[in-house]
């Protein structure tokens, strides 16, 4: 897989290389061309930096309530004489008229009033226009205001504007064939009175000597924006003369229909911008020095590269991982990076370095998922030629249909459903195992079980998500395994065995899963072999072999040394040597029989019938009724509830016996033996309690173990078996059984078990 891995990344990265060759010669040659994106980019970003317009700036406007008041359009040129008459008066510094006078007045003492007027406040301006008579640029005349005018303006300059190709006018030309603009005029005027000091940009600006001279207009806000009054109200003296004086006066008409009218970057409403208030916001740009500038061509196209290849090397750093959130990143830059280009004066169009990088990650991501997919058709045209790990049936051909991305889906969904299948093969033959089986990672943590192994799980009460030790540390160590003492982690658990809290035994046998290629461990696999039932055949083999080296050995050397003893002066009568011979010979049947019993309660089936257990209780009490005669015991029963229950008659007779039995042997003589059995809502209860010896406190936890008797019990003789097989009837039939014993007082056995549940049944029925 290596292997793979690294021949796919080579491959990636060839293409990498001819992707960003490619997008280099394009992002060059796009860059040097318009793109409407730009200026839908440009002005978003120039309409979120609105300014206040400048206090120095006021328009008086040819508006509706103007043309009512004084006729309709055009208006005789002396009462333009007297507008510049009262700025005069009033202390206008600059005067500048968005209103041509290309023609003369009808009568020529118009003109000259007018002309009076201008020379008299000295700093008035008025426009100069093109006219185009064919396509080309260059065929052209200017037309100047009349000769009156003319020389009595202090300076002329045109007022063209020039649309861009959505029809807003964003940009203009400080000089048109070397004719500076009206309102550069204006400046120029401004700066040699000292109303205003150009800024270090604007003075480059005005050094500049081309020809064609073009800037982006500032626009600070939208239509209406710099403060106007209307012309009729200047004339006829309705304004304070403080209004006026200092203020650099501009006129031009904006009345609907009147004039001319643009859209600009804030949008074309009611009719786009009056071109007197988009000469009023390329004169507050000369006066703040904010006017817009393109970058010159090459520089924008080293911007627009710039993106690109920042994108193109971190595609390359980061191993071609995190390419949408890269694109993204590097693409924010770039507008965050226009933008800030745009708010110190120059204007650079991202949108060629965004297509580019946005290019650049559609490419790249293309040929990475086409790779992809042609190295999946591959691995399964591979694997599809290995042979299947399991019997399949021969498909039907279906015919072929989509495109080449369908056929490859197709191939992948069929290598899937492969390795599904083999997968759900390993897990049901993993399931199908005789012992509890389990795949563990390294670290111990459980990744497979079979079916027995989930039994042994839900027995401990652990999860199937945890680690295996978490499920060693549920059990009981018996001893530890064979492993080597060099050996370390799980290796060290082989061969151990364990018990768990159902007295279930396991023998552990672990062995590590391999890689076939690297020879690399990557697994254990953990074998829980339930031993239980050798173990309880070694238990009871060592309980057999204690009771023939022990317990029948004692009677038979007895008889031994009984007839050994005939042939010395000692020796006894016949009568009283058979009487001892035949004692020792009930003992060794009596031992037998109790043997034999314990193992057949303990591993034999019990043939369980309907019985009342208040019968066997009186049962016993008439075995044990000579006993208890001859030993002057009382027994104490009331046999008020039969207790009804399913169980093993002849075996639950013998445990009340013997518990009976025990109780009048370990019981003073005039004592009374209490038997209680109840009817409760959880089982039956019996109790049988004396007024014995008792039995020690440390003799307490070992009263029900086979051959162990209490160091108290030395009123009469015993082997050890009755209690434990009284235990082993108890748990046969689902009960339990309790001692409590307190010495020289009494010792008393509960026992509980289960009713039997048709008599329930019949109970509920009524």
């Keep these: 897989m290596a292997h793979v891995s690294q021949s796919l990344f080579r491959g990636l990265t060839r293409t990498w290389w001819l992707i960003g060759l490619l997008l280099v010669a394009l992002t060059w040659w796009a860059e040097q ?51 510049v008459d009262g700025l005069t008066r009033a202390g206008a510094s600059a005067v500048l008229f968005d209103i041509v006078f290309t023609e003369p007045a009808r009568q020529p003492e118009q003109d000259q009033r007018l002309a009076r007027a201008i020379g008299e406040h000295g700093h008035v301006f008025l426009p100069a226009i093109h006219v185009r008579r064919g396509e080309r640029t260059d065929d052209a005349s200017r037309l ?244 299947s790990m399991i019997p399949t049936p021969t498909r039907k051909q279906t015919p072929e249909w989509g495109l080449i991305l369908h056929k490859h889906l197709r191939a992948l969904d069929s290598g899937i459903t492969r390795i599904r299948n083999s997968r759900r093969f390993i897990t049901d033959a993993l399931d199908s195992l005789p012992i509890a089986t389990m795949v563990v990672d390294v670290n111990g943590r459980i990744i497979l079980s079979s079916a027995m192994a989930k039994l042994l799980l839900q027995r401990c009460r652990v999860d199937e998500t945890d680690t295996i030790h978490e499920l060693l540390n549920t059990m009981v160590q018996e001893h530890q395994g064979s492993a080597p003492p060099g050996r370390q982690g799980l290796d060290a658990f082989d061969g151990a065995l364990y018990k768990d809290a159902s007295e279930h035994y396991y023998h552990l046998k672990i062995s590590p899963l391999v890689t076939a290629v690297d020879a690399f461990k990557v697994a254990w696999l953990i074998g829980f072999v339930d031993v239980t039932s050798e173990r309880q055949a070694e238990v009871q083999r060592s309980k057999l072999m204690r009771f023939l080296s022990h317990d029948l050995k004692a009677p038979q050397s007895n008889i031994l040394a009984l007839t050994q003893l005939q042939g010395t002066p000692s020796r006894l009568s016949e009568e009283e040597l058979l009487s001892q011979v035949a004692q020792q010979a009930h003992k060794t049947l009596s031992l037998t029989e109790s043997f034999m019993q314990l193992t057949q309660i303990e591993f034999g089936a019990l043939d369980k019938e309907f019985l009342l257990l208040s019968d066997v209780i009186l049962e016993a009490i008439d075995q044990a009724w000579p006993a208890a005669r001859q030993h002057s015991i009382h027994l104490d029963y009331d046999p008020r509830d039969e207790c009804p229950m399913e169980g093993e008659r002849t075996y639950l007779l013998r445990a009340v016996f013997n518990l009976l039995d025990n109780a009048i042997k370990y019981s003073p003589a005039e004592t009374r033996v209490t038997i209680e059995a109840r009817e409760t809502t959880s089982g039956i209860s019996l109790s049988i309690r004396d007024q014995g010896v008792g039995i020690p406190q440390r003799d307490m936890p070992h009263v029900f173990d086979s051959y162990r008797r209490s160091s108290g019990a030395s009123l009469a003789a015993g082997h050890g078996l009755g209690l434990s097989m009284v235990k082993l009837v108890v748990e046969q039939h689902a009960g339990t059984i309790i001692c409590e014993s307190r010495e020289h007082v009494g010792t008393r056995f509960l026992l509980t078990l289960p009713r039997a549940h048709c008599f329930d049944d019949e109970i509920d029925l009524g």
């Design 33 to 83: 061309r318009d793109w409407l994106f730009d200026n839908t980019l440009y002005d978003r970003l120039l309409t979120s930096m609105t300014t206040p317009a400048s206090d120095d700036i006021l328009i008086v406007t040819v508006d509706e309530r103007s043309l009512e008041a004084l006729g309709r359009w055009p208006w005789p040129r002396s009462l333009h004489a007297d507008l």
């Design 144 to 387: 100047l205001p009349v000769e009156p005018l003319r020389d009595a303006a202090n300076g002329i300059g045109h007022i063209d504007v020039r649309a861009d190709i959505d029809g807003a006018v964003r940009s203009i030309r400080l000089r048109e064939d070397g004719v500076p603009q009206l309102t550069l005029q204006l400046y120029r005027d401004l700066v040699a009175q000292g109303i205003t000091t150009p800024s270090d940009a604007t003075r480059r600006l005005l050094s500049d000597d081309r020809r064609d001279l073009e800037v982006r207009i500032p626009y600070h806000g939208s239509t209406y924006h710099y403060p106007r009054v209307s012309y009729v109200d200047v004339l006829q003296g309705r304004l304070p003369g403080s209004l006026l004086e200092g203020r650099t006066v501009m006129i031009g008409t904006t009345a609907k229909g009147l004039g001319d009218h643009h859209p600009t970057p804030f949008g074309g409403a009611n009719g786009g911008m009056p071109g007197i208030e988009i000469l009023a916001n390329l004169l507050d740009g000369l006066l703040q020095g904010d006017l817009i500038r393109d970058l010159p061509g090459w520089v924008a196209s080293l911007l627009s590269l710039l993106p690109l290849l920042i994108f193109m090397a971190l595609v390359r750093l980061f191993q071609f991982r995190y390419m949408a959130k890269l694109a993204l990143a590097v693409a924010g830059s770039v507008l965050l990076g226009a933008w800030g280009l745009l708010a110190m004066g120059w204007w650079w169009p991202p949108a060629v370095g965004l297509l580019s990088v946005i290019g650049a990650y559609v490419l790249i991501s293309w040929r990475c998922q086409a790779s992809a997919l042609h190295w999946f058709q591959q691995e399964i045209e591979r694997l599809e030629s290995e042979p």
